[in-house]
């Protein structure tokens, strides 16, 4: 279950644009709401503003969705991981 499901939600809360999403995703992990792994997750996802930029800069919605589902796949991918190896 958690070793599932910290992952996916962290992954999904990396994508709120700044530093903020870094700072709840800390703050959870330093009080034991999520795993070494979820942090590691929504970390890996997190771009502070740089999807903005690129939302706003680049107009191909394909390449913008496909751009953001590699970040996801790969921010899934470590936060699993590391869920194993911990």
Request: contains cysteine.
């Amino acid at each position: 279950g958690k070793a599932l499901l910290g992952p996916v939600v962290a992954s999904l809360i990396g994508f709120i644009p700044g530093c903020g999403a870094s700072i709840l995703l800390t703050q959870l992990f330093t009080d034991g709401a999520i795993s070494f792994g979820a942090l590691c997750a929504g970390l890996t996802v997190n771009s502070g503003i740089g999807l903005l930029v690129l939302l706003r800069s680049n107009k191909h919605a394909r390449e913008n969705l496909s751009l953001c589902g590699i970040l996801l796949l790969t921010g899934l991918l470590t936060g699993f991981v590391v869920n194993l190896l911990t």
